[in-house]
């Protein structure tokens, strides 16, 4: 089982700008039509686990979008809106608790998304697996990717492509 | 002319540790004895501008690294070596101010480095190119390599080179 973290961000590290937003993901042209290698990662993994931010802003995108069971990380969500029921659980601890929960639900290989969900991942040496898609612009400010860390993590380098000579994404697995 | 960043940065973002350290950068094994592209990139650039940090940092490699003029952003500085002279000028000013006194002098092709006058450069929009080499680690603090700007730049992804399965290396453009 593994803990993936698949996630666009800009050259200078962030993976939204102050206000939240994210259209300048979609900026970069793509004549290619690619998907950026999102339909054989999601194939990939058994269930996500994201914070209660990124699964508010994925609301606001109208449809549900992941066919996957979503756990979402909150202490302060309590019933989970009817239209998503079975799709969608609230659950509460440390990392290392929710990998427990989804493991013990029989969920393996995990997505982890969200700024501070992934901040805490890493904090815990809990990301295996380390999926990242730089995207050419310096935002210059908004929130970050990266949180401090007490140790460095060594990851090492499993490949990289490049989708429409513009976005560079790199497969990073951690070195333990 | 150009002005062109090449630099090492970890996955999140730092060029140093806490202390000043960069033995991290050596941390990959180099199978192919590869120069990571350095001595094309040299041959590219007439001059370099560093920051007085990465300036006394090149000192305590002791024998001096660079052939080409180099320009040491310095207020505070005076006098340079007597094994430096020819080699070294300290020079002082905003970035633009920088770019005139080394474009006066003949050099058009710029190196631009050092974590505070790469910043300095990107503040007032004066980075041409940036040549990032990615190496597989979080380090969780230190030195960082970017700061924070007032308007997002867009850049244009030129072409990225891996060297030895392990450093990602990307070339970016301006896209004014």
Redesign the interface.
């Known amino acids: 089982m593994s803990n993936i973290v698949y996630i666009a961000v800009?050259?200078?590290?962030y993976i939204a700008?102050t206000d939240g937003g994210i259209d300048?993901l979609h900026?970069a042209p793509n004549p290619t039509e690619s998907d950026y290698g999102w339909s054989e990662f999601i194939e990939r993994i058994d269930a996500l686990i994201m914070g209660r931010n990124t699964y508010e802003k994925v609301l606001t995108f109208g449809e549900w979008p992941y066919e996957k069971q979503v756990f979402v990380a909150t202490s302060v969500l309590e019933d989970v809106p009817s239209h998503l029921e079975g799709k969608v659980q609230f659950i509460k601890g440390q990392p290392s608790d929710l990998i427990a929960e989804a493991t013990r639900q029989g969920y393996q290989n995990l997505y982890i998304d969200g700024g501070i969900t992934i901040q805490g991942f890493?904090a815990a040496d809990l990301v295996d697996e380390?999926i990242?898609t730089?995207i050419?612009?310096?935002?210059?400010?908004g929130y970050p990717?990266?949180g401090?860390?007490?140790?460095?993590?060594?990851?090492?380098?499993a490949k990289?492509e490049?989708y429409n000579?513009?976005?560079?994404q790199?497969f990073?697995e951690r070195?333990r």
């Not at 050419?136 to 400010?141: A, E, F, I, K």
């Not at 000579?165 to 560079?168: A, G, K, M, R, S």
């Open positions: 800009s050259l200078d590290g700008t300048w900026d890493l380390l990242l730089h050419p612009v310096l935002l210059g400010d990717l990266f401090k860390l007490a140790d460095s993590l060594k990851f090492r380098h990289t490049i000579d513009i976005l560079v790199s990073y070195q």
